[in-house]
């Protein structure tokens, strides 16, 4: 069987724990708070081997989105203004919106496709997505594609 090299996102909270302290320790080091990787991996709790079996394969989401365009499915409420606010967040977050399609209303819900670029002024995706997950009348936020 071929090995595929493909990427997946998932949620935090379906991620091992090892991995996390990966992520953890990584920045540590980036940020100068941890001296060496010893010691950032004895902060964290992980071994020396751990973090170097996984530390090219695991990195936060926003680290390496800038540049892209990241396409979301959206399911909400058909409430007035929703998709405004939904749009607002957007903007805050300095993305630069490329396409929107939204589904014609089933039971008061629409569907809603999104594409997003990501600029180098654009904050935290995972941040950005969370917030319109928050937003009353958004029942689910899923990210269909990143190129």
Do not use: C, W
């Amino acid at each position: 069987m071929q090995e595929k090299t493909g990427y997946y996102v998932v949620r935090q909270k379906a991620v091992p724990e090892v991995l996390l302290k990966v992520v953890e320790a990584k920045r540590l080091v980036e940020s100068g708070q941890a001296l060496s990787v010893q010691e950032a991996v004895d902060a964290v709790g992980i071994s020396r081997s751990s973090f170097y079996k996984y530390k090219e394969d695991i990195f936060p989401f926003h680290d390496n989105s800038q540049g892209t365009t990241i396409t979301l499915m959206f399911q909400m409420d058909d409430r007035t203004g929703l998709l405004s606010d939904v749009l607002k967040i957007i903007a805050e977050f300095g993305a630069n919106i490329l396409t929107i399609h939204q589904s014609i209303p089933i039971n008061g819900v629409a569907s809603l496709s999104l594409s997003v670029q990501v600029l180098p002024t654009t904050g935290d995706m995972s941040k950005m997505i969370a917030a319109m997950e928050a937003q009353q009348g958004v029942h689910s936020v899923k990210i269909l594609a990143k190129e």
